[in-house]
């Protein structure tokens, strides 16, 4: 008897796939704290044997790269826009201590003379 045959596994499942939305600034995870959220829009998708078939249902999220935090989009808030120039606090201490390692101020030194 060929009972390995039945035995093959069907795949069902709903996964949720997530495709950023590619416009916007980076915004500021409230739970890292990284600037690493970006609006995403999450579907939902019936899939069988890994083939993506029927999409079930669709939102807007905001969704961060680093501790993959999804929070749904809803009036009245949304993550802070990460400023200019803004630095991890983490990564401070490095750019504190590079003086002369290579850093261009962005102004010319006159020189001595
Ligand atoms: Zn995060």
């Known amino acids: 008897m060929m009972d390995c045959f039945f035995c093959l596994p069907i795949m069902i499942g709903c996964p949720t796939k997530i ?3 590619g416009n916007q600034a980076a915004r500021i995870c409230p739970r890292c704290h ?3 959220m970006f ?3 999450s579907r939902t998708w019936f899939e069988l044997c890994f083939v993506p078939l029927i ?3 669709s939102k807007h999220v905001w969704m961060c790269g680093i501790c993959q935090l999804q929070v749904e989009m809803q009036p009245g808030w949304e993550p802070q826009i990460a400023q200019a120039g803004y630095q991890h606090p983490q990564l401070q201490g490095q750019y504190g201590s590079s003086q002369g390692t290579g850093y261009q101020p962005g102004y010319v030194q ?4």
Request: aromatic share 0%.
């Open 19 to 21: 495709k950023p939305d």
């Open 110 to 113: 006159p020189q001595q003379k």
């Open 39 to 41: 609006s995403a829009k």
């Open 55 to 57: 999409p079930m249902n």
């Open 34 to 36: 990284n600037a690493a």
